[in-house]
Nanobody, 125 residues
């Protein structure tokens, strides 16, 4: 069973950048699709970005519009979310998650079976 731990969150001013990391233990991440999701106060958890085991990527275009980049380093068993040009509306708890999709990729959080504990990102105006 894989365990996921996010890090890299914090407080940043609008326009700034953060890089979130999701480190895995217990099993290699190389066979999983990985996703980043976020949950703002009072809102439902929503999809941000995902990457297949082979490096294919999808984004929630409306919310990130080219500002966020997902990547993975299978040798380090880590997935990243580079967030640039941050806005106050990006404030949320960010979660990484793993899915067994046989090389596929998905925005549907119901397909992700393993979740990290989350890391808080706060963007001040």
């Amino acid at each position: 069973q894989v365990q996921l731990v996010e890090s890299g969150g914090g407080l940043v001013q609008a326009g700034g950048s953060l890089r979130l990391s999701c480190a895995a233990s217990g099993r290699t991440l190389s066979s999983y699709a990985m996703g980043w999701f976020r949950q703002a106060p009072g809102k439902e958890r929503e999809f941000v970005a995902a990457i297949s085991w082979s490096g294919g990527k999808i984004y929630d275009v409306d919310s990130v519009k080219g500002r966020f980049t997902i990547s993975r380093d299978n040798a380090k068993n880590t997935v990243y979310l580079q967030m640039d040009s941050l806005k106050p509306e990006d404030t949320a708890v960010y979660y990484c998650a793993a899915a067994s999709l046989g090389g596929g990729i998905s925005k549907d959080q119901r397909q992700y079976h393993t979740w990290g504990q989350g890391t808080q990102v706060t963007v001040s105006s």
